[in-house]
């Protein structure tokens, strides 16, 4: 079994921070890239941003220069820093990770929970 817990949501005011924290657990073998995905109300699913086991990142142009995404391999853990918050990004923030699982041989998706974020004054 693996589990995605994500933590650090919240309410905050427009230009303000927050830190989301996703650890993964269980048998797991490897992990290859993490991320952060986000649905607001009305709209479909989209990546915020994603980290390769190498470090790679990538990040949609909407979050670009205010959001930062890192990772801790031997923890399996994976944040998402937040600043310069807008009205816009009000939405549930999923944690994906692609992952192996022990006894297994094929790389699957696995996604958190959801944890609210809502940036209002």
């Known amino acids: 079994q693996v589990q995605l817990v994500e933590s650090g949501g919240g309410l905050v005011q427009p230009g303000g921070s927050l830190r989301l924290s996703c650890a993964a657990s269980?048998?797991?073998?490897?992990?290859?890239?993490m991320g952060w995905y986000r649905q607001a109300p009305g709209k479909e699913r989209e990546l915020v941003a994603a980290?390769?086991?190498?470090?790679?990142?990538n990040y949609a142009d909407s979050v670009k220069g205010r959001f930062a995404i890192s990772r801790d391999n031997a923890k399996n853990t994976v944040h998402l820093q937040m600043n310069s918050l807008k009205p816009e990004d009000t939405a549930v923030y999923y944690c994906?990770?692609?992952?192996?699982?022990?006894?297994?041989?094929?790389?699957?998706?696995?996604w958190g929970q959801g944890t609210q974020v809502t940036v209002a004054s």
């Open positions: 269980g048998t797991i073998f490897s992990i290859n890239a």
């Open positions: 980290i390769t086991s190498g470090g790679s990142t």
């Open positions: 994906n990770a692609e992952l192996r699982v022990v006894g297994t041989y094929v790389f699957r998706n696995y």
